[in-house]
């Protein structure tokens, strides 16, 4: 069954995941802020992807590229040229559309004639430097992996690495995007997790495989429902890619493409060799071959598989809504509660537990409404573990804890809390 985008945008805006980019002045199309949960979430997402990439793997590093580099970058990777969408317009409203989403030759808001179609770089230009005139023309980065190829050869003399190797980044980039919507899936500005691979152009074939299976099994490990995820086959590529498969969620209510992984062979290297003048090729240091590295990407996006998540891990029983998120990824590990606001004893044990529990873990506290209230809340920001300290607690150091998917109750013991919620979350 597809869940519906509404209620879970709702859900993100009130309880503070995500609101619409510069509300106050009606908003900004294609532009979204992330809440105090959201920037949680998203940091977890990132740490996990980032420890699973760089820490457990290890011939991969990381970069952290600037945003806006030399222009002629765009020029060499070819997004100057190709990076476009064919746009109409309609002649009596004015309204633009990307040709390939209008079926005929009517606009469909009002009827209009459509003039032919004119191509469209999405790039975002900028402008750098103070005097009138002399302004520099730059552009926000359309992908962030371009900094990766700039930076191979200065990690490759930085480090021992030898081919095959991988750098990957986590980085924001920008596009007009023609039609930006549906939530998170299709913003100006996005963030997009990269690793760019590095063989010998003989062993292309093997890495694709590889890292195609590889970054699908990451997903699954973070999905509940990982059956919802898929292969889709490009046979449209983009003007760098000779081979393409997107990993999809295919239960999306919007769009399904997660992530791409692209067969770059040495489109990139060798277009910023021709164009930067500077010999990117790379010498094996045993056998002394000399050869162009090629090059398999994986781009993901870390907004689209936030939104991903958030409708992965949404559901309804009767009117409660609970957030099944994988436990790692949850903004709160646990929640601690007073059995009742005005005892000070259990609240005097239970902000005791909660500043113990909070030196390891990310631990919310509410002492508000009744139990069965603060349930309610925690399910429906994905919290884990409800924690209760009630008048046994006094007498015997034991809490109630509650599971957030069974809605099951246990008794723990103090003591031994820390390894059952660390065991429970996979931590
Ligand atoms: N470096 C290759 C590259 O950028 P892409 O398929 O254009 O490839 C990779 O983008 C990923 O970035 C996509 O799979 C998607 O998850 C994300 N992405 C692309 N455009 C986006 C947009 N306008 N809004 C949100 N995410 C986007």
């Not at 209008?102 to 191509?119: F, H, N, R, Y």
């Not at 760098?240 to 997660?258: C, H, L, Q, R, T």
């Amino acid at each position: 069954m597809t869940k519906s985008l509404d209620k879970i945008v709702s859900l993100a805006k009130r309880r503070g995941f995500v609101f619409s980019g510069s509300e106050i002045y009606g908003g900004l199309h294609g532009f979204y802020d992330y809440g105090p949960l959201g920037v949680e979430l998203k940091n977890n997402l990132k740490a996990l992807w980032w420890k699973w990439m760089t820490k457990d793997h290890d011939n991969i590093v990381g970069i952290d590229g600037a945003i806006i580099t030399n222009p002629k970058v765009w020029e060499a990777s070819g997004h100057l040229k190709s990076f476009v969408d064919p746009l109409v317009e309609c002649k009596k409203c004015h309204h633009r559309f990307k040709a390939d989403d209008i079926p005929g030759d009517k606009c469909s808001d009002c009827g209009g004639e459509l003039t032919a179609p004119k191509v469209f770089n999405i790039l975002v230009p900028t402008e750098l430097g103070v005097i009138e005139g002399e302004k520099l023309k730059a552009y926000l980065r359309g992908e962030a992996c371009q900094t990766i190829y700039l930076n191979y050869k200065n990690v490759l003399n930085s480090t021992r690495l030898k081919i095959p190797f991988g750098i990957c980044q986590i980085g924001k980039a920008f596009r007009n995007e023609v039609t930006p919507g549906n939530f998170l899936f299709r913003q100006r500005e996005f963030e997009q997790w990269d690793l760019q691979w590095f063989c010998h152009p003989s062993e292309m074939e093997k890495w694709f495989e590889f890292w195609k299976e590889e970054r699908m099994n990451w997903y699954k490990s973070i999905f509940t429902h990982s059956e919802n995820l898929g292969f889709y086959k490009h046979e449209k590529l983009a003007h760098y890619a000779k081979k393409a498969f997107d990993i999809n969620y295919e239960a999306s209510p919007v769009g399904k493409e997660m992530e791409g992984i692209h067969w770059r062979g040495d489109w990139d290297l060798a277009g910023h060799s021709k164009f930067s003048g500077v010999d990117l090729n790379y010498t094996d240091p045993e056998t002394k071959e000399n050869y162009m590295p090629n090059i398999v990407e994986t781009s993901g996006g870390v907004d689209r598989t936030f939104m991903f998540l958030l409708v992965d891990a949404y559901e309804e029983e009767g009117d409660r809504v609970i957030l099944k998120l994988n436990p790692k990824l949850a903004p709160y590990k646990a929640a601690v509660f007073p059995l009742l606001a005005n005892k000070p004893q259990l609240v005097e044990k239970a902000k005791a537990l909660y500043d113990n529990l909070k030196n390891d873990m990310s631990i919310a506290w509410d002492d508000r409404g009744n139990i069965g209230k603060r349930y309610y809340s925690q399910d429906e920001i994905g919290t884990p573990y409800c924690i209760t300290i009630d008048f046994d607690t006094l007498e015997n150091d034991t809490v109630t804890v509650r599971d957030r998917d069974t809605a099951t109750q246990q008794r723990v013991a103090i003591s031994e809390l820390t390894a059952f919620l660390r065991a429970g979350i996979n931590l």
